[in-house]
């Protein structure tokens, strides 16, 4: 009977242990498949809750240990296994129970698990019911076949139904059949116990479950590319997006993934992957790829290595980005960051940052080099006249030529505009640049389609190193000066830097901003240079002169500050502040003027000034705030300025006449105006320059020419005046000739209006 009871208790421990081990075998594969040894120690441990049961060891598909767990850490440690077996068997000892069952997932072996129970529990039950037994005989031995059989079924039953519980869980592990407890007593205790085991995995398998499948849910929805690779190199798991990007579908091997990376970047790949493996940390390589349907991409792939405690490196987890539209951008931009895009030179930040480099390799190997400003001249006439788009057409064919004259060392870049730089990295010998510089102005000259009156050409300012600069920046100052004196001589050449043009430029500066504060503070002086009739015999009309007299620099000759102002743009204030003052002193002074027979004032105009938008605007409000009479202005205009577009300088005139303002035409002879285009102007009078009336009556040629000017205005109907008369002799010859209208130092100096009251008591005496 003691027997027969004891295999009854191990039969029964080995239905537990076999539904313990068929729970924690499905448990624990998900554990394997993602080699997660974490969770597979987590699901083992739930077998605590049974007392029999000493240690679990949990093996891999190649036989090596991958998972424990033990109730005495005294216990041997778990030994890795040369074979897995299909079928699960047992082997029981004088005091133990060892059971093994497969892990199996899709009909393939992945482990094995391996369960190291006691037999306390059957001795225990033995011990139990051998007790009973002997009270029973001891009580009534004629009950004994009635209480025996009456025992076994009260305490096997309960059993029975654990078992039933324990194959119906097999089954399905999400079930929540439980097994029921009929007593407080040692089977009821195991009742509690199988329960409990049963709840906890059923709660950590659902939270794997929860996990798994958040994972799967991000890692398809991810937009980048996500796989996951073994120790081998096997892609394991990879998701829609990483299959969208390389066309390619599991199984697959990192071997013929090799295949399709362009042979350029496969060591590098190889040795990141190498590198990932042997120091397990992560990584990041970038490569060409070439899809099936032959597309070249760039990806940029990270490595992310899977390290268990116990096995070292278990494999990589990684993502996949597709980042060739990005590379393709980033190229775009840099090709924008450093090229000009309409000529496909360097930009000026190239430049820049070339020439720095230029300069600091010329002082380490003591060479010369030379960079040159090029700019083209009147390139605004080009707009005007011919539109942007010739405009543009002629920058590239400047850029070509520039690129053709120049050696493949040297560097040309378009700074903007109508600006181009180059770099000579030789300019040892100076004929040879001189030469050079005389070939760049000979070929630039472009003769413009359509406009037979307009050719192209290009001014130069050159710097050289080291003598003109020891620095890039130094460099491209010193070069603008010399272009700025190249255009200053007359523009269509070029002109070497030198420090003597440096401190022209810097006296420039100075008095530009002095000319700023002068136009502001009260310095500039409006004086007036009264104008004899001879025939009358007294002044009848006054010219006004500027002037300007600085506390440092005294006086400063307008043929000094005037250019600068039209240099500048300040000539805009300048003339008005010359036209106010004019009408102050017809206002403010109109006694005294009266009184010497003065009758108006002479302004003279710059061309910008002319032909700016709001001249006309400005003139009548200046007109109405000092209420002068239109006919006590003239305005004087040279040649040079009517001639650069006649058709707009008519018609500005004509306005100016209507208002009933004077026009006369200052410095002629001096210009190249036709009789057919001053014969259009509506004007009043013309004005001899003094170059001509200097020399006579000594010089012969400026007797004719005078005079034939004076005869031309007489047949013409206008009035003459001759400037510049300083003595008698030319004041007699004018006169002879029929010029009764004279200025000049002999009659009048220009003077301030206060002045004016000595010369009428001169005028008087």
């Not at 090799?258 to 990141?272: G, K, N």
């Not at 204030?573 to 206002?587: A, D, N, P, S």
């Not at 009266?594 to 605007?617: M, P």
């Amino acid at each position: 009977m003691s027997y027969v009871e004891r295999e009854l208790v191990k039969d029964k421990l080995l239905t537990d242990l076999n539904v313990i081990a068929e729970i924690l075998a499905n448990r624990t594969t998900v554990a394997l498949v993602f080699n997660d040894q974490n969770t597979a120690t987590v699901n083992l441990s739930a077998a605590k809750y049974h007392p029999a049961i000493e240690q679990i060891c949990l093996y891999n598909q190649e036989g090596n240990f991958f998972a424990e767990f033990s109730t005495h850490p005294q216990l041997q440690q778990c030994q890795n296994q040369t074979t897995l077996t299909v079928r699960s068997f047992h082997q029981f000892t004088e005091d133990s129970l060892t059971f093994s069952l497969p892990v199996v997932e899709h009909d393939e072996l992945i482990g094995m698990l391996v369960i190291q129970s006691n037999l306390d529990y059957v001795t225990t039950t033995q011990t139990y019911v051998l007790a009973m037994l002997s009270a029973v005989l001891v009580i009534a031995l004629l009950t004994i076949y009635v209480l025996t059989e009456h025992f076994l079924k009260r305490v096997l039953a309960p059993l029975q139904q654990l078992h039933s519980t324990a194959l119906s869980i097999t089954q399905n592990v999400f079930s929540e059949t439980r097994a029921k407890k009929v007593k407080n007593d040692e089977v009821g205790a195991l009742v509690d116990v199988f329960n409990n085991m049963l709840n906890s995995l059923a709660k950590e398998h659902n939270k794997l479950q929860i996990s798994e499948q958040r994972f799967r849910t991000l890692a398809e929805n991810a937009p980048i590319g996500i796989f996951l690779r073994d120790q081998n190199d096997d892609y394991l798991f990879v998701n829609q997006k990483w299959q969208q990007m390389t066309q390619l579908q599991l199984p697959l091997n990192i071997q013929d993934y090799f295949q399709q990376i362009e042979a350029s970047d496969l060591s590098r790949v190889v040795h990141t992957l190498d590198d990932n493996r042997e120091n397990i940390q992560p990584k990041i390589v970038e490569y060409q790829f070439c899809s099936n349907s032959g597309q070249v991409k760039t990806f940029l792939e990270q490595l992310a290595p899977v390290q268990l405690e116990a096995n070292g490196f278990t494999g990589t987890i990684g993502s996949l980005l597709d980042v060739t539209e990005l590379k393709q951008a980033r190229a775009e931009l840099e090709k924008l960051a450093f090229q000009d895009p309409l000529t496909g030179l360097a930009n000026r930040r190239f430049f820049n940052d070339h020439l720095q480099l230029e300069v600091a390799n010329a002082a380490k190997l003591k060479q010369t080099m030379a960079v040159l400003m090029l700019d083209l001249d009147h390139f605004k006439r080009v707009n005007d006249s011919l539109g942007h788009e010739a405009g543009d057409m002629l920058l590239q064919t400047i850029a070509n030529k520039l690129t053709r004259l120049v050696s493949s060392e040297d560097l040309v870049s378009r700074m903007g505009g109508d600006e181009f730089m180059i770099l000579i990295r030789d300019a040892s010998v100076l004929p040879k640049l001189d030469k050079l510089i005389h070939e760049m102005l000979a070929k630039l000259i472009t003769p413009m389609e359509h406009h037979s009156l307009l050719d192209v050409t290009a001014s130069i300012g050159i710097a050289v190193y080291p003598k003109d600069g020891q620095t890039g920046m130094e460099l491209i100052r010193n070069a603008d000066i010399a272009l700025y004196k190249a255009k200053d001589f007359g523009r269509n050449q070029a002109v070497y830097f030198s420090y003597t043009l440096d401190a022209e430029i810097k006296n420039k500066i100075r008095l530009e901003q002095k000319l700023k504060k002068a136009l502001t503070s009260g310095v500039i002086q409006v004086y007036l240079q009264p104008q004899y009739n001879t025939i009358l015999g007294r002044f009848y009309w006054a010219e006004a002169l500027v002037r300007w007299i600085d506390e440092e620099d005294g006086f400063i000759p307008p043929d000094v500050f005037i250019p600068l102002a039209e240099e500048t743009g300040l000539i805009h204030e300048l003339g008005l502040l010359v036209l106010k003052q004019v009408c102050i002193h017809l206002t403010n002074s109109q006694g005294i003027l009266t009184s010497l027979g003065i009758e108006g004032i002479s302004v003279n105009l710059s061309g910008s000034q002319f032909f700016a938008k709001n001249f006309l605007s400005q003139v009548n409000d200046v007109i109405a705030e000092y209420q002068v009479s239109p006919k006590q202005l003239e305005f004087e205009l040279t040649e040079s300025v009517l001639m650069e577009n006649t058709t707009q300088a008519i018609d500005v005139m004509q306005q100016l006449r209507a208002l009933g303002c004077r026009l006369s035409v200052d410095d002629f002879g001096t210009g190249y105006s036709s009789l057919a285009y001053l014969k259009q102007f509506p004007i009043h009078c013309i004005k001899i320059d003094r170059t001509f009336i200097r020399d006579i009556p000594a010089d012969q040629q400026d007797v004719e020419i005078t005079s034939a000017i004076i005869a031309m205005a007489q047949k013409l109907g206008l009035e003459i005046i001759a400037e510049g008369v300083e003595s008698q002799a030319q004041s007699d010859f004018l006169l002879a000739q029929g010029c009764y209208c004279i200025q000049g130092y002999f009659y009048a100096k220009p003077m301030p209006v206060e002045s004016l009251k000595t010369l009428l008591a001169e005028s008087n005496l």
